[in-house]
């Protein structure tokens, strides 16, 4: 059976970790939203590269990423709320 100074170090210790959780949250929220705002500005520099990059040849190189069949992209992005 627990002693009652162990239980009161147990809680005090689940409350730190509750408020670091938080805290790590509000990070990762914070993280995703920058991230969000990268992505739409992102599109400028897609674009700039695919106009640079159309006049090259690339008929005659076999490598994963320029095969046209893998047209599958994307971010993930895990988050508790978002």
Request: a positive charge.
């Amino acid at each position: 059976m627990a002693t009652l100074v162990k239980v009161k170090k147990d809680r005090e210790f689940y409350r730190s970790l509750a408020s670091l959780l938080k805290v790590l949250k509000g990070i990762a929220v914070s993280q995703y939203q920058i991230l969000e705002r990268k992505i739409k500005s992102f599109d400028k520099f897609s674009y700039a590269v695919d106009s640079f990059l159309y006049g090259v040849d690339t008929t005659g190189i076999k490598h994963p990423f320029l095969n046209s069949q893998n047209t599958a992209r994307g971010i993930v992005a895990i988050t508790s709320d978002t």
